[in-house]
């Protein structure tokens, strides 16, 4: 990242404190989840030169784990197969690593090694959606199987997503439509005796 972004993290967190989604607008290609990861790398980064000036030895983090998914194959195990598991349905954590790039709620394919891949919802996938859950409700396994390359927790985050989206036209529809009425009102009022003071 480029130094600039690192310094307007440093600034906000100390304006705002550790509010991702206030910082976030302030650098332009992040989301909330990216600036709070930066922000943890610059506070070891910090530990580490502090360190280092001291004299002390360098400490040795773990590498963090990677994250697992609960992909469903169609027999209704889990991708690693076996069944039972403690997630939710009885699947099980699979052995594929997945991708955590983007907060869109995005499912996943398999790449040709083996790693998993973030595919884009088509717009076809969210009318899938919205009628499921209009037709079922939210039962999100019975809602995937409505789309097969799509996890069950994929499709809520999908819909959770829509659910926002659809609330902020909603909300920037309304504010233009006073706007306009506002705009309207003084228009109107203008060369009308006794509207001037």
Excluded: Y
Excluded at 17 to 41: E, F, T
Excluded at 42 to 51: K, Q, S
């Amino acid at each position: 990242p480029p130094p600039f972004q690192d310094a307007t993290i440093r600034a906000c967190v100390q304006r705002m404190g550790m509010r991702w989604r206030l910082i976030a607008p302030h650098l332009p290609g992040r989301s909330d989840d990216s600036v709070r990861n930066r922000w943890k790398r610059l506070r070891e980064e910090d530990e580490e030169a502090e360190a280092a000036a001291a004299g002390r030895p360098r400490v040795e983090r773990p590498p963090p784990a990677p994250p697992t998914s609960t992909r469903r194959t169609s027999g209704g195990q889990g991708a690693a197969g076996g069944g039972g598991g403690a997630s939710r349905g009885g699947a099980v954590a699979a052995s594929t690593i997945r991708s955590r790039a983007g907060d869109d709620g995005s499912g996943d394919e398999e790449g040709g090694d083996g790693t998993r891949q973030r595919m884009s919802w088509s717009a076809e996938e969210d009318e899938v959606i919205v009628t499921a859950v209009r037709e079922l409700g939210p039962r999100w396994c019975a809602v995937a199987a409505r789309l097969p390359s799509r996890t069950d927790q994929a499709i809520r985050n999908r819909w959770n997503r829509l659910q926002q989206r659809a609330r902020v036209q909603a909300r920037q529809a309304h504010n233009m439509q006073a706007m306009m009425h506002s705009a309207a009102g003084l228009v109107g009022g203008i060369g009308q005796p006794g509207l001037h003071t």
